[in-house]
């Protein structure tokens, strides 16, 4: 299976924004997972935003809630993760991930588990400094 390719990292400033793209295989049906995920050194990698099209449920861990939005054309087979207002803590490799997996998720954290995601880009960096 062809692996999704992420984009759109690099260095911002603290309150500054980003616009994460990830390009991604062709889902052979209308039921697919797609997700966002970053890992800092010596850190486990976490999922942070996460949609379902089963049952149209959207996750956001709470570290992100408020200042990151995850949206997708399917039709383009990409999807985005818009960064706002960016903070130091944000710093980490960001890396998207779909599967195909169809389920019930409530818009809860089950649908953004590492563990449920099969296939994974290699990450694009965002670092936030000034």
């Known amino acids: 299976q062809v692996q999704p390719v992420e984009s759109g990292g690099g260095l911002v400033q603290p309150g500054g924004s980003l616009r994460l793209s990830c390009a991604a295989s062709?889902?052979?049906?209308?039921?697919?997972?797609v997700g966002w995920f970053r890992q800092a050194p010596g850190q486990e990698r976490e999922g942070i935003a996460c949609f379902a099209s089963s049952d149209d449920s959207t996750y956001y861990a709470n570290s992100v809630k408020g200042r990151f939005t995850i949206s997708r054309d399917h039709a383009k087979n990409t999807f985005y993760l818009q960064m706002n207002n960016l903070d130091p803590e944000d710093t980490a490799v960001y890396y998207c991930a779909t599967d195909p997996k169809s389920g019930t998720y409530r818009n809860t954290g089950v649908l953004c588990k590492v563990r449920y995601f099969g296939s994974w880009g290699q990450g694009t960096q965002v670092t936030v400094s000034s």
């Open positions: 062709r889902f052979s049906s209308d039921d697919y997972r």
